[in-house]
């Protein structure tokens, strides 16, 4: 056999070996260990952005999130899905982002559409409209998050952080902050 031949199934061999191998793992992602009707009881958080660097950078340097390998939709699959106006077609290029490790970390999951004109939705407040409003996120730590907040230029609403009634949570503060597109994120922590 030639070197051209061998390279050729050497690449193969391990291409195959590799989908076998992501085969697996989706397979293991979706069984049903019989506790209930859900893989994974983590949601995933999808977003449209105006701005994807921006909005990366503030999730990662203001919040604490790590972006994590990403994936693209193909335009066919999207729109037939009903993700995306078939019209459009355009791939779905989605970077990931996750709080923590392993199958159970959540997810925010940021993509900016090319030639889509999303609307902005009004985030003055939660009660503004509608809709998936704000993200929570559990932190162990206000100041150091807060610290983050401003290394990172990003000033919190109000009078944030402010202390939860004891009625609620004692010794616990929420601080509340905006990314670039507007939408509410609340940090919640001692």
């Known amino acids: ?14 291409l195959g070996c590799a989908l076998l191998s992501s085969g697996f793992a989706m397979a293991k992602l979706f069984q049903n260990d019989g506790k209930g009707d859900f893989a ?9 952005v105006t701005d994807i660097e921006k909005s990366a950078k503030f999730y990662t340097e203001a919040i604490g999130f790590k972006e994590v390998q ?17 019209k459009l077609d355009k791939p779905l290029n989605i970077r990931v982002f996750v709080l923590g490790e392993g199958q159970g970390a ?3 999951k940021l993509m900016q559409i090319d030639g889509a004109k999303p609307r902005l939705s009004d985030n ?6 509608t809709g998936f409003r704000y993200l929570t996120l559990s932190i162990t730590d206000t100041k150091k998050a807060v610290a983050r907040l401003e290394k990172a230029g990003v000033k919190p609403l109000a009078k944030s952080p402010a202390a939860i009634p004891e009625t609620i949570a004692k010794g616990i503060f929420l601080t509340v902050v905006k990314d670039p597109d507007g939408n509410i994120v609340e940090l919640v922590g001692p």
């Open 106 to 108: 959540t997810k925010l």
């Open 40 to 48: 994974n009881p983590t949601i995933d958080l999808g977003t449209v």
């Open 70 to 86: 990403g994936f693209s939709v193909p335009p066919a699959f999207a729109g037939e899905a009903g993700l995306t106006d078939p």
């Open 124 to 129: 003055e407040t939660i009660h503004s409209q």
């Open 1 to 14: 056999m030639n070197r051209s031949k061998f390279a050729a199934l050497f690449v193969w061999s391990i």
